[in-house]
T-cell receptor, first 112, second 115 residues
Framework: DGGITQSPKYLFRKEGQNVTLSCEQN?????MYWYRQDPGQGLRLIYY???????QKGDIAEGYSVSREKKESFPLTVTSAQKNPTAFYLC???????????FGPGTRLLVL | AQSVTQLGSHVSVSEGALVLLRCNYS??????LFWYVQYPNQGLQLLLK??????LVKGINGFEAEFKKSETSFHLTKPSAHMSDAAEYFC?????????????FGKGTHLIIQP
């Protein structure tokens, strides 16, 4: 089955620690996205990538970093500079700009 | 800049009653419009999408939405609510292939179904 996988389902971060969230898709989509979801806030775009080896900052990129070395993979690192990382993180992919985005199941990040 | 407003953070209806979830958007260019549904602790699932073809769009699970340009609205309806419809619903807007690269989401409406 084609789809998007995210791992882990739950992730715990200690003070000052960087953590990486995994996102993999087998839909052969060019574009991939990371969103952060907080209660009552909707989804906010962190980073996006329209093509391999290229990515752009979204609305709330501070404290996050990404890479896009393979078409199928778009990992997100939450760095120690992100002071309020507790949230639900959603990865999505699409064929291109403006096209339907398909979402993974999400990773919930909690701070110890 | 695009924006989406969903009226009502919580909507409660009785099982079997009409469901109406409101969405208004602003966009400087003709938009693509989307409705997604999210069940607890899960990702978003596409319900339906408007792409400037028919103004009345039918989606999954009996939902439909009507694009009204004069009202800049894209409200979601279902004639008869079912208990399984209880979830969070998000309206989103995108430029038609240009401009913004991500979707702009509303803050969501939590649909509660009363037995």
């Amino acid at each position: 089955d084609g789809g998007i996988t995210q791992s882990p389902k739950y992730l715990f971060r200690k003070e000052g620690q960087n953590v990486t969230l995994s996102c993999e898709q087998n839909l052969n989509h060019d574009a991939m996205y990371w969103y952060r979801q907080d209660p009552g806030q909707g989804l906010r775009l962190i980073y996006y990538s329209q093509i391999v080896n290229d990515f752009q900052k979204g609305d709330i990129a501070e404290g996050y970093s990404v890479s896009r070395e393979k078409k199928e993979s778009f990992p997100l690192t939450v760095t120690s500079a992100q002071k309020n990382p507790t949230a639900f993180y959603l990865c999505a992919s699409s064929r291109g700009k403006g096209e339907t985005q398909y979402f993974g199941p999400g990773t919930r990040l909690l701070v110890l | 800049a695009q924006s989406v407003t969903q009226l009502g953070s919580h909507v409660s209806v009785s099982e079997g009653a009409l469901v109406l979830l409101r969405c208004n958007y602003s966009s400087s260019v003709p938009p693509y419009l989307f409705w997604y549904v999210q069940y607890p602790n899960q990702g978003l699932q596409l319900l339906l999408k408007y792409t400037s073809a028919a103004t009345l769009v039918k989606g999954i699970n009996g939902f439909e939405a009507e694009f009204k340009k004069s009202e800049t609205s894209f409200h979601l309806t279902k004639p008869s609510a079912h208990m399984s419809d209880a979830a969070e619903y998000f309206c989103a807007v995108s430029d038609q292939g240009g401009g913004a690269d991500g979707l702009t989401f509303g803050k969501g409406t939590h649909l509660i179904i009363q037995p």
